[in-house]
């Protein structure tokens, strides 16, 4: 996206220039008034889109009120694509219409609220088997630990199955914690063998895990692989998603599991990252729901669940509850 700051003596001028250099297509991310009194407009516009995406909300340059204006910028840092940018904001700036005390991050926990869903995992738990899918090294398998381990000390009845034999050590990883645990783990790397694993009476009545074997979304055979496990497995498809990494990537990636049947997502690795548009663009892509969240590597650390208002305000600067309408001239400043 191309970020660009106008100065000029009055709006008028400013929005001028920018329309001059940017055109229509252009998106207000926030306007300032300078110590010199002069305006100071910073607008932004994205180069071409892909041929796939939703382009029926580009609208054309408007003045957002202020509230509209924060979440553009705080968003366009975390590098939210504009359309979902704007369609948040947007929202967000009709909820304070409706209630002109809330701060900016109330108003984008409600448009997060409105746009996506977010069940946690424990209280929503799904029909049938869970199966934790994803790319390579996106925290199925600390996952599929946490989940037996809050099973256990929810006292619930668990069983957990692995289809991951491909990488040396993917099953011994697992059944490191599953015995502290003291739950068998179950072996099961092909579609036959998943299905006689949970036809298997010792799993009746239990909610049952199962972790699979990372797979490049990209590639064909292995997601062919894959969904024939899920398909073999009758369950639930979780896809396991790092936080951070490219919005577009990660909207890709998350396409290619809802293909194969993924409703939801726990994004992983939310400790180490600080920019969570990746997040939002992949659960807009794909249409999946955010279930819990991971920020640790520790199994004993679990996962959480996460609401729409936790979640805006890690979008939002930090300074936001204090003081409710910062007002920041380029869309690079840090929350
Ligand atoms: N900091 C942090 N690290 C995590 C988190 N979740 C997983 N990890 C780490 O990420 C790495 C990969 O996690 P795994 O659970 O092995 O990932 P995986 O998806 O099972 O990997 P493959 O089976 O190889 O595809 C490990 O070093 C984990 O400790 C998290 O929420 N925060
Ligand atoms: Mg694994």
Redesign the pocket.
Known sequence: MRVKTYTAETTVAAMSMVRGELGDEAIMVSTRTGSDGSTCVTAAIDPVLPANEDIEEREPLVFPDETEATIRQALAYHGVPPWLSSRLAKAAAAVEAQSPKSTAATCLGAALDEYFSFPPLEDDWPEGPLLLV?P????????AAKLCARERVANRHVGVLTA?TK?AG?GE?LAAFTRILDIELGTAPTPDDLGQALSADVLKGKRVII?T??CNPYDEKEMDDLLALCEAAGGSVVL?LPAGGDPMEAADMARAYADIGAKCMIV?????TRRYGGLLAAADGAGLNFADV????QVADGLIPLSPLALARLLMPHTEETNPAPQQNTAEASP
């Open positions: 994803g390579p090294g996106s925290g199925k398998t600390i996952t991951d990488r993917g990883q972790d074997p990372g396991t992983t690795r939310m400790d180490i991971s920020i640790s590597a």
